[in-house]
């Protein structure tokens, strides 16, 4: 296969191969796109689908079952592509989110909503492994930064435009086409990956281990479900929470065992051998702790606190999705020139916990420039991680395990989301509940009884010494939250210590030789583009 290739290089068609990698990238930012917009898109939705469809008792279990499905479904697709072929396989899952995304539209009520969710979820589980794991086949790790440096910023851009998009869809499309405009994208996305991708085909002797996805399943589901419900629907401590925990530990230390047992473990734990893969394991949970807890906490802070609209709440994070944009670009370009990585897991460890720092001293009368510089040393921080994480995983595992190293990378960071999420909400919810009882006495108790979070028409019915209360136990809420981060992002910083920096496989130009050339040297993994 290695003669081939040379002769694929030297011949002429070697001209084309490039124009043909982009147009594979293209389709995969495309698909990139779907799975980032998606939830962004659904949200800023929600309140017109609950006017139609009614349920609203129910309107949790439209994120949750998305959610659970996606989480549940990211390690199988990363073996699939292993066993039977990284083609087929991502677009097998591209149909089923179109599948999923054409059934929610067409929901008549809310029940048919959450089901068809779900089946959406599936096929997102295969969309950011599927795209990460083709890079990976397709691009030498030396030349990889820089394109998951582009990925990190399509991922900034959905963060930014999703509620844009979303309210622009909504008020003037209807509801429906937030899930509907999914079908055109992802149609363009399969006719390009179709024509143009041509990975080698895989069969495996062995058969898919049903038990260990049915125990990875069951584990991930009660993880999600603890840290979605826990402190909302149910108190931390009630016997459903500890039932789910007990099910859940059960559930992963059964599965843990079996895949030293299975033919064809779905997460081979050779893997986790590797110094480098478990660190950036531990690196990306930790980064998802931060990443979608500051997301959450941010632009309530700037509405609560600082008067700011939530119409354009994409637009508050600006700042720290911006310096995430242009970090990840930066590190990208230097490990691609360079070789060399290390630099970035300390570098954004340093930055992470400085920014949480920063972002636990605003108070009520931070204003809007401050806030939005500690924002952005935050992103700079993230920047430096997003995808050095994944490409310094794939790099640590070999090729026929490059899809199940980044479908494990992709599930630590949705699992860290999760946590953060939950324990820096309890923590922000409890903080809020004390200081408005200790501010306004029993009507603060009773304006927080429901939700610690309070909406803009709610907050603007308050009255002032109410309104005042609210804004400096939002305060107090945010500097706990951030105080924990803080102290959380430490562990990046001490794992990234602990990195070995091992060559990238694949170079720049070596003596003599010009770019253009290195980079046909190092032409795609794969058999053929």
């Keep these: 296969m290695a003669d081939t290739r040379q002769a694929d290089t030297a011949g002429p068609e070697a001209g084309k191969k490039p124009r043909s990698v982009r147009v594979v990238l293209f389709a995969l930012m495309i698909t990139m796109m779907l799975a980032m917009l998606d939830n962004m898109i659904v949200g800023t939705a929600m309140p017109t689908i609950v006017g139609e469809l009614g349920g609203l008792q129910h309107l949790s279990w439209v994120v949750t079952a998305y959610t659970l499905a996606t989480a549940a479904a990211t390690p199988v697709w990363g073996k699939l592509g292993d066993m039977y072929g990284r083609k087929a396989t991502f677009m097998t899952s591209i149909v089923i989110f179109l599948i999923g995304s054409a059934l929610s539209g067409m929901a008549q009520n809310m029940g048919e909503l959450i089901g068809f969710r779900a089946v959406q979820g599936l096929g997102a589980g295969g969309l950011m492994v599927g795209v990460m794991a083709i890079i990976g086949d397709l691009i030498p790790p030396r030349e990889r930064g820089k394109y998951q440096g582009m990925m990190a910023g399509i991922m900034a851009i959905a963060m930014i435009a999703g509620p844009l998009v979303g309210g622009t869809i909504t008020d003037n499309w209807g509801w429906r086409w937030a899930f509907y405009i999914n079908l055109p994208l992802g149609v363009v996305a399969l006719g390009l990956i179709s024509a143009v991708l041509h990975l080698p085909r895989k069969r495996s002797k062995a058969g898919i281990d049903y038990l260990g996805v049915v125990l990875l399943t069951v584990g991930i589901t009660s ?146 420039l401050t806030s939005g510089v500690y924002m952005a040393v935050l992103g700079l921080g993230m920047g430096c991680l997003m995808q050095i994480t994944m490409l310094v995983a794939q790099n640590s595992v070999q090729m026929r395990d490059m899809g199940v190293a980044s479908s494990s990378t992709t599930l630590f960071r949705t699992l860290g989301s999760s946590f953060g999420v939950a324990i820096m909400g309890a923590l922000f919810n409890n903080r809020v509940q004390d200081v408005m009882s200790e501010r306004a006495g029993a009507l603060g108790s009773k304006i927080t009884e429901q939700s610690a979070q309070l909406d803009a028409a709610s907050l603007a019915k308050l009255p002032a010494a109410a309104r005042e209360a609210y804004q400096h136990a939002v305060s107090a809420g945010t500097h706990s939250a951030f105080l924990l981060g803080s102290v959380i992002a430490v562990l990046v910083l001490v794992a990234a210590l602990f990195v070995k920096e091992v060559p990238l496989k694949g170079a720049g130009p070596k003596t003599g030789e010009s770019p253009a050339d290195a980079t046909e040297a190092a032409a795609p993994l794969a058999e053929a583009v």
């Design 223 to 368: 993880i999600v479900l603890v840290t979605t419900w826990g402190g909302t629907e149910y108190a931390w401590s009630s016997a459903r929470i500890m039932e789910l925990i007990g099910i859940g530990v059960a559930a992963l230390v059964g599965f843990v065992f079996w895949q030293t047992k299975a033919a064809e473990p779905v997460v081979p734990l050779h893997i986790f051998r590797s110094r480098n893969f478990t660190l950036m394991s531990v690196i990306g949970f930790i980064t998802g702790f931060v990443m979608f807890g500051a997301t959450l906490f941010l632009p309530l802070y700037q509405q609560s606190v600082q008067g700011a609209s939530a119409t354009n709440s994409g637009l508050l994070l600006l700042p720290m999705l911006g310096a995430m944009l242009v970090t990840s670009m930066v590190a990208g370009r230097v490990t691609t020139s360079s070789g060399r990585y290390k630099v970035f897991p300390i570098a954004g460890g340093v930055l992470m916990i400085t920014g949480l720092y920063l972002l636990s001293l605003m108070d009520t009368g931070t204003s809007r």
